[in-house]
């Protein structure tokens, strides 16, 4: 919606441009200090996620150690989310038929969502559900003519994954 903002006709929008692109770094979990836990009902719930108290859904979070100077976090990684323009969102986007529905049409045709890449990260053990809390529960899926979104992100004090339990959602 930017550049309609901007006052760019929406057919030139969806003649010239290819894709959309959205990126922000989130925290890599340490190595050297790597624990294993399990998600709460109340973290899935926050995340959207099915939750089976039979089969509980593992995840890592850093208990804190020198190499990573007791935050349970080293280095970074990337979450992305890449909109391919297909007729269709194009089609959507000339007729002005709103961010929502070429949103629900980018959905359908199979665009993976900055907080999908994310819950994907926590869930392969690389990042944790605190990071995720910060960077990745508001969905950014480019508002449709977003060229690049590049993150700051706030810095905030994180806990260990098993002092969530006790937490209201």
């Known amino acids: 919606t930017r550049l309609l903002d901007l006052g760019v006709p929406p057919f030139l929008i969806s003649s010239t441009l290819t894709g959309i692109v959205a990126q922000r770094l989130v925290r890599r979990i340490c190595e050297s200090c790597a624990e294993s836990a399990e ?6 719930q926050a995340l959207g996620l ?10 890592r979070y850093g208990r804190g150690c020198v190499q990573c100077r ?20 194009r089609e959507a986007i ?9 949103r629900a049409l980018a959905r359908q045709e199979g665009l993976t969502t900055l907080r999908d890449c994310a819950v994907r990260k926590m869930l392969d053990g690389v990042t944790t559900f605190l990071v995720l809390l910060g960077y990745a529960i508001p969905s950014f899926v480019m508002g449709v003519l977003l060229m690049v979104l590049f993150a700051g992100g706030s810095f905030v004090q994180w806990f260990p994954l098993r002092n969530l339990t006790s937490m209201n959602f």
Do not use: M, W
């Open 70 to 89: 007791g935050t349970g976090y080293r280095g970074r990684t990337g979450i992305h989310e890449i909109l391919d323009l297909t007729d269709g969102i």
């Open 39 to 44: 998600l709460s009902f109340q973290e899935a």
């Open 50 to 59: 099915r939750f089976n108290p039979e089969t509980p859904i593992p995840v």
């Open 94 to 102: 000339t007729e002005k038929r709103g961010q929502e529905t070429v």
